[in-house]
């Protein structure tokens, strides 16, 4: 018979969450500390997905004492499951900023960026360019895309209902 408590399981997943959201942040700076130090592009695929990620590791623990016992059964005794969720907020965030790339999403609440013109026709060279040049259009723009990034992670709602929206046409 399991004797663990409530309680205890509560601080396995909180364990597992201080861990988890530790290696992100550190993930993050490491990004960033390696393209100020070689002179490289910020990565912001990499830099979104830990933002996503982050953002999932904030949403359990907001909701952990509200989860019933059946839920906090499984967090606790599996890292994978820890992981699950903020990997969906990471993969959410990718999907947002290809929303964001593409203008499917777009207004004053949400980034811009600054993307260079394919040729007359699109070759292979165009879409390295792409991965290469495409950025923020301004510093507010990306503080709104880091913004955006951890929402999309934090509320698993968020994207998908974004994406009902598009599909019916709905106003922005």
Do not use: H
């Amino acid at each position: 018979m399991n004797t663990t408590t409530r309680t205890e399981k509560l601080k396995r997943v909180t364990e597992r969450l201080v861990i988890m959201t530790f290696v992100s942040l550190l993930l993050i700076g490491s990004i960033f500390g390696v393209t100020l130090f070689f002179g490289l592009k910020l990565m912001l695929s990499w830099l979104c997905f830990c933002c996503g990620l982050i953002g999932g590791f904030v949403s359990i623990q907001q909701r952990l004492k509200k989860l019933g016992d059946e839920e906090l059964e499984l967090l606790s005794r599996s890292w994978f499951q820890v992981l699950l969720i903020p990997i969906y907020g990471g993969i959410f965030s990718l999907v947002l900023y290809v929303g964001f790339l593409s203008e499917i999403i777009k207004g004053s609440l949400f980034p811009q960026f600054s993307i260079l013109p394919f040729s007359a026709i699109p070759n292979t060279e165009d879409a390295i360019k792409f991965l290469q040049t495409t950025c923020p259009a301004s510093g507010q723009d990306l503080a709104k895309f880091l913004f955006w990034s951890f929402v999309a992670g934090f509320s698993e709602r968020f994207v998908p209902q974004l994406l009902d929206k598009s599909e019916t046409g709905a106003p922005e």
